[in-house]
T-cell receptor, first 111, second 114 residues
Framework: SQQGEEDPQALSIQEGENATMNCSYK?????LQWYRQNSGRGLVHLIL?????REKHSGRLRVTLDTSKKSSSLLITASRAADTASYFCATANQAGTALIFGKGTTLSVSS | SAVISQKPSRDICQRGTSLTIQCQVDSQVTMMFWYRQQPGQSLTLIAT?????????ESGFVIDKFPISRPNLTFSTLTVSNMSPEDSSIYLC???????????FGSGTRLTVV
């Protein structure tokens, strides 16, 4: 079952613009992770934010976490055509072992 | 972090047949995970595979349909049995890369059942 919702489902922007994706989840978490998937291929881990962190940066990525609202956002700054992909948030299942994924946001960056 | 080699990358199969997907990890991992991604959808966990024990299946998935083997700490297979067109999906394996590195995924198997 899906852990939560992401919005928007699809996002189209121009190169150089910023892209923001949001994720909501249902249960308490230890951490939340974001992944990217290019064209139905394998997923690539982008960033992990722990439940006691509010914001984390990695290169052009900024992730925020609001545990009181059970939500997270992923900001990609100065987007490039190569950022075109699907982005998923994920949290651990009840057993704390496997990842459960949100529905994902499909980002399209045009040059 | 661990690197996973998954094969085949794609296949077109006749209904009623079975396909076995293999994942090889370049380091020992305790748990491996199998996911299904139906067209245009997110990933759904099929099962968790531990070495030396039966896989743990999620609701809606059964061993007869998706038998899993985990003979050692670096290898796992998922078989999709008695396939129907509804089984057309991308199947992915995964392992925990540890701590901040997140989970590692195989490159996926795109299965089409005709």
């Amino acid at each position: 079952s899906q852990q939560g919702e992401e919005d928007p489902q699809a996002l189209s922007i121009q190169e150089g613009e910023n892209a923001t994706m949001n994720c909501s989840y249902k249960t308490s978490i230890n951490n939340l992770q974001w992944y990217r998937q290019n064209s139905g291929r394998g997923l690539v881990h982008l960033i992990l934010i722990r439940s006691n962190e509010r914001e984390k940066h990695s290169g052009r990525l900024r992730v925020t976490l609001d545990t009181s609202k059970k939500s997270s956002s992923l900001l990609i700054t100065a987007s490039r055509a190569a950022d075109t992909a699907s982005y998923f948030c994920a949290t651990a299942n009840q057993a704390g072992t496997a990842l459960i994924f949100g529905k994902g946001t499909t980002l399209s960056v045009s040059s | 972090s661990a690197v996973i080699s998954q094969k085949p990358s794609r296949d077109i199969c006749q209904r009623g047949t079975s396909l076995t997907i293999q994942c090889q990890v370049d380091s020992q991992v305790t748990m491996m995970f199998w996911y299904r991604q139906q067209p245009g959808q997110s990933l759904t966990l099929i099962a968790t595979a531990n070495q030396g024990s039966e896989a743990t299946y999620e609701s809606g998935f059964v061993i007869d349909k998706f038998p899993i083997s985990r003979p050692n700490l670096t290898f796992s297979t998922l078989t999709v049995s008695n396939m129907s067109p509804e089984d057309s999906s991308i199947y992915l394996c995964s392992a925990n890369g540890g701590s901040e590195r997140g989970y590692t995924f195989g490159s996926g198997t795109r299965l089409t059942v005709v």
